[in-house]
């Protein structure tokens, strides 16, 4: 069995801030571990993945996450947000022969 | 390459009716998976297929089937169906359906269910 948690659902930082969303995880096996990114009225957009590799992993438009196993973590974190980065972003857990599980959702907001 | 397609993108039926939403995946990808997105549920998966056979099957009542063509090309049916369907049906595919594997999403089908 997995599981995410998402600990924010509304995140809200000023343009050129830095932008940390939190998500926690559960499972049975070792775990692959992903964020995506939804624009309004868009589809899923993959921002990185985490595979047993480097702990810190780098995704696109500048995003990282840190894959934490003793805190069963994976937090994603930005330097300095753009207007451009609010969205939802969801913290994802695939293990084992399961589909994905997806967390509830972070919505980021951006302000001027 | 081309990415992962739906059709139709928007829908609108009435209760009672059924439904079929079709996925094509990235060319050369052979496993699909389908997903449900609500406001209340978030996502959820519902099942995935991998060279025409159904790997495994979310939490989801049997009104919910899927099929899988030797082009790799998806289909998702839902009978019978009632209000509380009304969501985001999102298709995913990936090369081989390894665990390791991105999934790469479509666009969405929006099914209004009145």
């Given at each position: 069995?997995?599981?995410?948690?998402?600990?924010?659902?509304?995140?809200?930082?000023?343009?050129?801030?830095?932008?940390?969303?939190?998500?926690?995880?559960?499972?049975?096996y070792s775990p692959s571990?992903f964020?995506?990114?939804?624009?309004?009225?868009?589809?899923?957009?993959l921002?990185?993945k985490?595979t047993s590799a480097?702990?810190?992993?780098?995704?696109?438009?500048?995003?990282?996450?840190?894959?934490?196993?003793?805190?069963?973590?994976?937090?994603?974190?930005?330097?300095?947000?753009?207007?451009?980065?609010?969205?939802?972003?969801?913290?994802v857990?695939r293990g084992g022969a399961d589909g994905l599980?997806?967390?509830?959702?972070?919505?980021?907001?951006?302000?001027? | 390459k081309?990415g992962v397609?739906?059709?139709?993108?928007?829908?609108?039926?009435?209760?009672?009716?059924?439904?079929?939403?079709?996925c094509s995946p990235i060319s050369g990808h052979r496993s699909v998976s389908w997903?449900?997105?609500?406001?209340?549920?978030?996502?959820?998966f519902?099942f995935e297929y991998f060279s025409e056979t159904q790997r495994n099957?979310?939490?989801?009542?049997?009104?919910?089937?899927?099929?899988q063509f030797s082009n790799s090309r998806s289909?998702?049916?839902?009978?019978?169906?009632?209000?509380?369907?009304?969501?985001?049906?999102?298709c995913a595919s990936r090369l081989l359906g390894t665990d390791q594997e991105t999934q790469y999403f479509g666009?969405?089908?929006?099914?209004?269910?009145?």
């Open positions: 069995a997995q599981s995410v948690t998402q600990l924010d659902s509304h995140v809200s930082v000023s343009e050129g801030t830095p932008v940390l969303l939190r998500c926690n995880y559960s499972s049975s571990l964020w995506y990114v939804q624009h309004p009225n868009k589809g899923l957009q921002l990185l985490y480097a702990t810190l992993v780098k995704g696109i438009n500048g995003f990282e996450a840190e894959f934490k196993k003793s805190e069963t973590s994976f937090h994603l974190t930005k330097p300095s947000a753009h207007m451009s980065d609010a969205a939802e972003y969801f913290c857990v599980t997806f967390g509830k959702g972070t919505h980021l907001i951006i302000q001027p | 081309a397609t739906q059709t139709p993108r928007y829908l609108i039926k009435t209760r009672g009716q059924q439904v079929t939403l079709s997903y449900q997105q609500t406001p209340g549920q978030g996502l959820q519902l099957k979310g939490n989801f009542p049997g009104r919910f089937s899927g099929r289909e998702m049916n839902v009978s019978t169906l009632e209000l509380g369907d009304s969501a985001l049906y999102l666009p969405g089908t929006r099914l209004l269910v009145l």
